[in-house]
């Protein structure tokens, strides 16, 4: 079945045999470390809920919207919001290091209604096995990542001009590039 979904996926997004050539050298050894992966997984307790799953989150006057890699409930019953990493593991252990500045699991627990939750990055190794990344602490994370958007948002709103923070690969995804980039940043 995932064989399946990855030739699906190739025709969805249009894949030459000469683009999907370097992942489908790769495949089976990701594919191999991710059903290892799941199967231990799965035999903790930990049961799958929902894949790309669309959020939205009221937050003040404000809403908060994302989109979520999966959600599992894990065998105590409590939610765990995973985002899959392809990347060296080294540069997955790094996000989860100095808590307060990984705002991508934060954020993605902020769009979620429960103060129980737990998140994780999954890396899915080409060369070395899969691997949970847990955040500790990620209620308490989410909770000052809203802090410090409704504070930025209430100076904003006030006219204060903010400094840009944002550097990085991530940032080329973010739909508020604009916002907090360095790369606009006028002085």
């Not at 899915?124 to 955040?135: A, I």
């Not at 904003?156 to 995804?173: D, R, S, V």
Request: proline fraction near 4%.
């Amino acid at each position: 079945m995932i064989n399946i979904a990855a030739e699906q996926a190739t025709q969805e997004l249009g894949l030459s045999d000469s683009e999907f050539l370097p992942f489908a050298a790769a495949w089976p050894r990701v594919r191999e470390g991710y059903l290892k992966w799941l199967a231990e997984h799965e035999a903790s307790g930990a049961r799958f809920e929902q894949a790309e799953a669309a959020r939205e989150m009221p937050l003040g006057a404000l809403t908060l919207t994302g989109r979520l890699d999966r959600i599992d409930r894990q065998s105590d019953g409590h939610t765990l919001v995973i985002d899959y990493k392809t990347e060296p593991r080294s540069t997955t252990a790094a996000r989860i290091k100095d808590g307060p500045e990984d705002t991508q699991l934060a954020f993605y627990a902020a769009l979620m209604a429960d103060d129980t939750l737990a998140a994780a990055y999954v890396n899915l190794g080409e060369k070395e096995p899969t691997k949970t990344y847990g955040q500790p602490d990620i209620v308490g994370l989410r909770d000052e990542l809203i802090d410090g958007i409704l504070s930025d948002m209430a100076r904003i709103a006030e006219g204060a001009a903010l400094p840009a923070l944002g550097e990085g690969k991530a940032c080329e995804y973010c739909a508020a590039r604009g916002l907090c980039r360095k790369d606009f940043w006028k002085e």
